[in-house]
C-alpha cells in the first residue's frame, strides 16, 4: 500500500496550495481519510479528516480556510489550503484508516508527507 503526497513548497502569506495524496494498493471508497501535519519542532496535529460516507472534521485552526475532499473513483484525497499563514508551515501527511465496524481501526496506512512552507 503506498500513499503519495504532492503538491507542497514555498508560498508567500495570503497564498494558496493544493495537496495531493496518490493512493495504490487498496479502494479508499471504505476508508476514512485525512490530512496530518507536523510543525517544526511540534507534535502531529490532525488537519482535516473526510469519512468514507463524506462527512468531513477539521480542526479549528482551519477556521474555513482549508478544504478537503476525495475522489474514490481515482483513488485520491485533496487539500485545498487557502490564506495560508507562516504558522502552516508543516510536513503535511495523508492518512487512510479502515474501522470495518469496529472501535479501533483495523487498517492504518500513512504517506510520506510533504513540506509546506509559507513565508514572506
Known amino acids: 500500500v503506498q500513499l503519495q503526497a504532492s503538491g507542497g513548497g514555498f508560498v508567500r502569506p495570503g497564498g494558496s496550495l493544493r495537496l495531493s495524496c496518490a493512493v495504490s494498493?487498496?479502494?479508499?471508497?471504505?476508508?476514512?481519510l485525512a490530512w496530518y501535519r507536523q510543525p517544526p519542532g511540534k507534535q502531529r496535529e490532525l488537519v482535516a479528516r473526510?469519512?468514507?460516507?463524506?462527512?468531513?472534521v477539521a480542526d479549528d485552526f482551519v477556521n474555513g480556510r482549508f478544504t478537503i475532499s476525495r475522489d474514490n473513483a481515482k483513488n485520491a484525497v485533496y487539500l485545498q489550503m487557502n490564506s495560508l499563514k507562516p504558522d502552516d508551515t508543516a510536513v503535511y501527511y495523508c492518512?487512510?484508516?479502515?474501522?470495518?465496524?469496529?472501535?479501533?481501526?483495523?487498517?492504518?496506512?500513512w504517506g510520506q508527507g510533504t513540506l509546506v512552507t509559507v513565508s514572506s
Open positions: 492518512n487512510a484508516r479502515r474501522y470495518n465496524g469496529l472501535p479501533n481501526p483495523d487498517r492504518d496506512y
Open positions: 494498493g487498496i479502494t479508499i471508497v471504505s476508508y476514512h
Open positions: 473526510i469519512t468514507a460516507g463524506g462527512s468531513v
